[in-house]
């Protein structure tokens, strides 16, 4: 019973509401309350199940760096790869050093680094590439209404520092196709597009599908793909906390500045947590919690 698990973790991270610190080296993502918390599930057949604040909207942050690779995937397929890598990275989100030491080949999609070459690659393929992502996004969620959160876009862009510093030097390498400035505006966007947890748990139910989205009912990934993906995510979506979170929670996940997650249980769900005090690596603490708590529960760790 979904709803009856979803309830007793809810029960289970209250103390932790408090928790964490809000990201503040994005001004506009600095607003944000500690103290709110969403959860939803979405099953491969259709059902939602949400707890808390099912609401409220917060931006994707680094979630976006799952479409936007899923997106990049399905124009370059495996020639992708040699531009970014597969291995897990064992610094922060928005570490720099690697680069130097690698030729500009970030060590995986899911750093900034590497999110930010995938969608120079993208941009390369789309005409309209800001449009083009947030249509995906309605289409996938279910809710043509969903926007870009504009202030947090700018915010970010304003403050684009660290990411700017990676692009370039990746475009010293010879790494980069477009002008910095242009996909950086557009990652920034990417990370800015608002949503509530019920819409992020069906936007990333392929995930556990097989690729198959049914709300926009497209094939997004092949079925190896997914099964590709899945496990990145394992190795790499916490950045250099993945391995606690394997640990924890057992499920291929990602998370984001703004205090979501995402995580998957293929042939099953694909659940969406969002509590926005982080911890030291910007990784929310009751979320992480939270699906440690439902995975507990399930018993759906897949090993
Ligand atoms: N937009 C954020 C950034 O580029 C995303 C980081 C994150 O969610 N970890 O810094």
Known sequence: DYQAVLDTTLSHIQPLLLSGKVADYIPALAEQKLGQFAMALHTIDGKTY???????????QSVSKVMTLTM???????????????????????????????????????????????????????????????????????????VINKKVAQSEFEHRFRNAAMAYLMKSFGNFTNEVEEVLWCYFNYCA????????????????????CAQSQQQLLSAKQTKQLNSLLF??????AAGDFAYRVGMPGKSGVSGT???VVPGKFTVAVWSPGLDKFGNSVAGIAALECLSEQLNTAIF
């Not at 370059?76 to 690697?98: H, I, M």
């Open 261 to 263: 997650i995402i995580a």
């Open 193 to 212: 597009i608002e949503i509530n947890c019920a819409e992020l748990a069906r936007t990333f139910s392929y995930l556990s599908n097989q690729g198959y």
């Open 235 to 240: 190795t790499s979506g916490l950045y250099d």
């Open 50 to 60: 949400t707890v808390g604040d099912c609401q409220a909207r917060f931006t994707v």
């Open 72 to 146: 990049a995937l399905q124009r370059y397929e495996d020639e992708l790869w040699q531009r970014v890598g597969k291995e897990p990275s064992g610094t922060a989100f928005n570490s720099l050093t690697q680069l130097e030491f690698e030729n500009g080949i970030p060590r995986n999609p899911f750093i900034n680094a590497g999110a930010i070459v995938t969608c120079d690659a993208l941009f390369s393929r789309l005409g309209a590439p800001i449009y083009t992502m947030l249509e995906q996004y309605r289409r996938q969620s279910g809710n043509d209404k969903v």
